[in-house]
């Protein structure tokens, strides 16, 4: 069973990785995506983050503020996440060594890459973290407005959620990149990938419990950064 695993896993990896080198302008966005575009998502969270109360062109309902908050925690808790993904990472790796696919096989290489344990892709983990927190928050958005007594504004509510959404799309889509360029050019295997998602995704979980158990500390960190304009 674990051979079949195995064989699938390597066989996956030649198909995704087979293309690499043959065509200048693709090899060039997957080693972007593969190196650089994990570094876009702090302009995601920026824009999830939001405008600062005082810039706000009018003063915002309870229901709108208590959303604002809640978005903004989930960005703060987020930081957590990534430390608690990249921990499981490293608890992993104690018991479960995988060598880097260029160590084991002939590969088309695309980037230089340090020979240590390919299983499970930290890459991979700190971008489905972000992912978990933004979908745990969307979550917890739309049971508030679910909740709340004022029915009568559809637009409104509909608008506290579309942007939550598209933002939560667009890392959904960065993270499945990033996890894709990783195979094309040679540093993982496509279980290195499944296995950082689902690290990544049980930091969320992890962090989305401690930040429920945790919201005084948090709303002081806001109500901080709301003194000083950044909030």
Excluded at 21 to 40: E, Q, T
Excluded at 43 to 69: N, T
Aim: charged letters at 10%; proline letters at 5%.
């Amino acid at each position: 069973m674990i051979s079949t695993l195995l064989n699938f896993n390597y066989l996956m990896f030649q198909s995704i990785n087979a293309p690499a080198g043959s065509n200048p302008v693709l090899d060039l966005f997957m080693v972007f995506c593969a190196n650089s575009l994990i570094f876009c998502f702090p302009l995601i969270l920026l824009f999830y983050w939001g405008k600062p109360l005082s810039w706000q062109p009018r003063s915002l309902s309870a229901e709108e503020m208590s959303i604002v908050q809640q978005r903004r925690s989930a960005v703060l808790w987020i930081a957590i996440a990534c430390v608690l993904a990249f921990s499981l990472n490293l608890l992993i790796e104690h018991f479960i060594f995988e060598p880097r696919p260029f160590i084991a096989h002939k590969v088309h290489l695309l980037i230089q890459h340090a020979a240590d344990g390919s299983f499970p892709s930290d890459h991979t983990a700190w971008s489905f973290a972000v992912v978990g927190m933004l979908a745990f928050q969307l979550l917890f958005a739309f049971t508030t407005i679910q909740r709340s007594s004022n029915k009568g504004q559809g637009n409104l509510r509909l608008a506290l959620l579309l942007l939550p959404f598209c933002l939560l799309l667009i890392a959904l889509g960065m993270a499945c990149l990033i996890g894709f360029a990783r195979i094309y050019v040679g540093v993982h295997y496509p279980g290195d990938i499944l296995g950082g998602a689902c690290s990544g995704m049980l930091a969320s979980c992890i962090a989305t419990a401690l930040r429920l158990c945790l919201q005084r500390p948090t709303e002081a960190v806001i109500k901080l950064a709301q003194a000083i304009r950044l909030a």
